[in-house]
């Protein structure tokens, strides 16, 4: 298996070991680990990602960027093959990436330690950060619509139009609670028609397994980069309050174990602002908390819409399984909106410590 791909970059299969590898959701991943070097290869979920060459072409035009004007931002960038190409149509014409893997690197599924939240935070604000002066207008989007919430909440419409009965009736809690938070798309709304909000180089997933850490849980750099492209810094703030706060994680059944800790939001607020306070705008900041409400919202909808459309999208292991996952979401919103007192004396508190 693989062994045209390899081929391609001068690899010999005979001296690697091929295994799966991480717990993505869309592309297929693997390790291919050699005696001296190991390296990542991934195949391109092309019913998500349509435009393999979109990813390939933003990635490029970034790597180019960074070795210009930071030629030392660890950015994991695909290798290119013998005929300088980054991205290959393989002979089962599949299109797969190889990335080189970062020795001493590890990820993690589940933040134990603020530390960890923060150390995330300032690298996704770092990213943004650097690519404050790229042209964002350069980039394509690789997949369009994909932060839309009004795209989602037609979306869940939609599918509530065709849905079986069964099906709606086994959600109806759920999508009650998707109509009781439709004020979240208001607002929604509301900034993303208010031009003191720009679009920025965001990195679209910043769920903590897309980070890679170092032995001390500090983290080295981001990876996951194919929802690079253009959008609001909402969306990468509002994945982590989404991802960090709660010990238990998206897959957890038990609604019990979906808890908020206020200290996690603290720890993401000094480190995303430690890179980004200069560069936000005042209007962007006041939505700082609002963009976990945002990302929440959206992806139990998502994972709603997808269970009502017999599992389309994510990739499932059992019956019902995009159900507990939208209803996990939901209660993570739930206690995300009753914490909101504390989130905004957080924000206050070390606002004033950086003064
Ligand atoms: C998908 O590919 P992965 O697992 O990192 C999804 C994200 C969702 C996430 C939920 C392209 O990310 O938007 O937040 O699952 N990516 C895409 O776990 O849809
Ligand atoms: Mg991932």
Do not use: W
Request: hydrophobic share 40%; net charge negative; with cysteine.
């Amino acid at each position: 298996m693989f062994d045209d791909i390899l081929i391609n970059f001068g690899l010999n299969v005979s001296e690697y070991h091929i295994r799966p590898f991480g717990s993505g959701l869309i592309n297929y991943t693997y390790k291919i680990s050699g005696a001296n070097h190991s390296y990542i290869l991934q195949q391109i979920n092309v019913a998500v990602f349509k435009r393999p060459d979109h990813i390939d072409s933003n990635l490029v035009l970034i790597k180019e960027y960074f070795d210009k004007h930071n030629p030392g931002y660890l950015f994991v960038a695909p290798l290119k093959n013998q005929k300088g190409k980054s991205i290959i149509q393989a002979a089962d014409g599949k299109f797969y990436r190889l990335f080189p893997f970062i020795e001493g690197s590890h990820t993690v599924n589940f933040l134990q330690d603020t530390k960890e939240a923060y150390s995330a935070a300032v690298q996704f604000g770092r990213f943004t950060r650097l690519l404050n002066h790229f042209d964002i207008s350069k980039l394509e989007y690789t997949l369009t619509d994909f932060h839309n919430l009004k795209l989602r909440v037609a979306q869940f419409e939609q599918a509530l139009k065709t849905a079986e009965p069964r099906k709606l009736e086994q959600a109806a809690k759920e999508v009650k609670a998707a109509d009781d938070h439709i004020n979240i798309l208001h607002t929604y709304n509301l900034f993303t028609t208010n031009n003191e909000i720009p679009l920025r180089v965001i990195h679209h997933d910043t769920k903590i397994n897309n980070v890679l850490f170092d032995k001390d849980q500090n983290a080295l750099c981001i990876v996951d980069l194919d929802t690079v492209m253009p959008g609001y810094y909402l969306s990468d703030v509002g994945d982590m309050m989404r991802t960090y706060l709660s010990p238990a994680n998206e897959e957890e059944k038990d609604l019990d174990k979906i808890i908020i800790r206020t200290d996690f939001f603290r720890a993401i607020y000094k480190g995303y602002m430690s890179e980004m306070s200069n560069i936000l705008t005042e209007t962007e900041k006041q939505y700082f908390t609002f963009s976990g409400k945002l990302m929440i919202y959206m992806q139990g909808l998502r994972f709603l819409t997808d269970f009502l459309n017999n599992d389309i999208y994510y990739g499932t292991q059992y019956e019902g399984h995009n159900l507990i996952r939208a209803k996990n979401q939901f209660k993570l919103l739930e206690g995300y909106i009753n914490a909101e007192p504390v989130f905004a004396e957080i924000i206050a508190g070390v606002d004033k410590e950086l003064l």
